[in-house]
């Protein structure tokens, strides 16, 4: 198990690291091993890590491509992502790490959204675009690993728990109770 969270805001407002830090503070039994930041600019995504597969530090996270243009956040585990990536080496593609995660990046930098469709596993991702200013939120198609969002005026908050999205927020929301009769 480990644990994303991220920060987009449209008023291009920069992010502060303790921001995410505190998202990751209420998430961190998700992932006691490790932990990471990226911002960029208005971007911001964290991430705690339960060291399964490629224990080194080269499965730290958040991860970006060699070419610095695109970076993800992984909860999860991609089942078949050996297969997936004999299929990227024999397209030219190589890899630093033994991760799944750096197979699903390379995986969408070749295929797009449409890596989803060749995916077997429980996952929730984000991957950031630095070129296209551009964030991809994703889940398993039965939402194993959880992934939740608040998207207001101002600014979209994601996470792997409600509480760490709460504490990002200037305003508790107030419940809809016609939603939830």
Not at 61 to 73: A, E, F, L, S
Not at 84 to 112: C, H, K, P
Request: glycine share 8%; hydrophobic share 40%; with cysteine.
């Amino acid at each position: 198990m480990c644990g994303i969270v991220g920060i987009v805001r449209f008023d291009e407002k920069p992010i502060k690291k303790t921001e995410l830090q505190t998202m990751m503070q209420v998430i961190k039994q998700r992932g006691p091993d490790d932990e990471g930041v990226f911002i960029d600019g208005h971007v911001g995504l964290g991430h705690v890590r339960l060291s399964i597969l490629d224990l080194s530090e080269a499965g730290h996270q958040p991860m970006t491509d060699p070419t610095g243009r695109y970076t993800i956040i992984q909860n999860g585990e991609s089942y078949n992502y050996i297969e997936l990536r004999e299929e990227l080496q024999s397209m030219g593609y190589s890899f630093r790490t033994q991760t799944d995660t750096e197979v699903v990046l390379n995986g969408y930098i070749a295929w797009g959204e449409k890596v989803l469709d060749r995916l077997n596993g429980m996952f929730a991702m984000a991957i950031y675009d630095k070129q296209e200013q551009t964030l991809f939120l994703a889940r398993d198609r039965f939402g194993v690993k959880p992934l939740y969002y608040h998207l207001g005026a101002e600014q979209m908050v994601f996470a792997s728990e409600i509480p760490a999205i709460l504490k990002a927020l200037p305003d508790k929301p107030k419940a809809n109770d016609n939603a939830i009769f």
